[in-house]
Structure formats: C-alpha cells, structure tokens
C-alpha cells in the first residue's frame, strides 16, 4: 500500500491525466470512474490516499467517503468539485475528508492536501468581508439542493422557483466571495 492513491473521478480524461501526473512522480496512483469500480478496487487494495469527485454521474461522492474508511481507516481522502459550496465541504468534511478542493486545481494543491499532517485546515480565519448577495444564493441553493439529495424539481419546489431558473443557474460557475 506504498503511496497508493486512488483517484475517483468519472470524467475519464481528466482522471487519466491526474493518475498519469502522479505515476510521473513515482506516485502509486491509480484511477476508477465509477463508485462500483473504485469500490472494486479499494476492496482488493485499500488505498492510502483518494482523490474522490464530488459528483460521480449524477450520484454523490459523499457516499464513498464512509465506505473507503472503513475499508481504511488511515486513508486521507480529498474531495474536489467543480461547484463548491460551503455545505457540500463540510459534510465532506464530518465524514472524514481531509479537505475540500474546489476544480480546476493544481496536482500541487491535491498533493499539498495530502501531506498536511495536522487533516482539514481549522486555523481557516474568515474574512472580514461578508459575502456577496450572489454567493450567499448560490450557498443558499446548494444547501437546499443538498437537502433534496440533488433533487433539481424538490429544490425548485423549495425554493419557489421554476425549475429551468433553477437549472440556469446551477449550471453557472460558483460566484466569488
């Protein structure tokens, strides 16, 4: 199990570039792009490191985080995503994650992620500038959508929006702080 790294991530190419970077480092990764499939793996060799995306066709990567520890309970995991929101981080994190990338990311980050001995980032010091309005509805949407278990038409019920608003506007990059 000597610097195995897993690397779930159902975006074939970019999965296949990040496990390719690290085996140029002499970095035993390999990739999985399925939750069957990395289970499959993790099962017949536990990893010691993951690099878990949060949305894996349409299912939460979220799932995955219990299942891998269990499997190893030392495993360092790092979740990354292409839609960040502050509630998707820290149930990433209460499950054991040690920390929340937000895509794209550099390998210098993923593997910065995972030599920081001490897990997740708690000396984080909040800004003295309060969010914008558009990120406090993008955090807002995400809580809600994450309430849902992704439901897109329970959240669009919830939030008392239409339904294609909605999709509209998850289909956007996260807005800045």
């Known amino acids: ?15 296949s570039v990040l496990v390719r970077a690290m085996q140029r480092r002499d ?3 390999r990739g999985a792009t399925t939750p069957e499939d990395a289970l499959a793996q993790a099962t017949s060799a536990p990893p010691e490191r993951v690099v878990l995306d949060l949305n894996l066709g349409g299912s939460s990567g979220l799932a995955l ?12 995991i790092v979740v990354l995503t292409g839609y960040a929101s502050i ?4 149930d990433a994190i209460k499950l054991g994650a040690v920390q929340y990338l937000a895509k794209p990311v550099e390998l210098e980050a993923i593997l910065a992620a995972f030599a920081d001995a001490e897990g997740p980032d708690t ?3 909040p800004s003295d500038e309060p969010l914008s309005v558009d ?10 959508l994450h309430e849902n278990d992704g439901n897109i038409s329970a959240t669009a019920r919830a939030l008392k929006m ?8 998850l289909a956007k990059r996260p807005v800045k702080h």
Do not use: Y
């Open 65 to 76: 985080i219990p299942q891998l520890l269990a499997l190893n309970p030392d495993c360092r």
């Open 123 to 125: 000396d984080c010091i």
């Open 87 to 90: 509630a998707t981080a820290v």
């Open 1 to 15: 199990m000597n610097n195995s790294i897993l690397v779930i991530d159902d975006d074939a190419t970019f999965n």
């Open 162 to 169: 239409h339904r294609r608003t909605l999709q509209r506007k």
């Open 27 to 29: 970095l035993g990764a």
């Open 135 to 144: 990120r406090l509805e993008w955090e807002h949407i995400q809580r809600v």
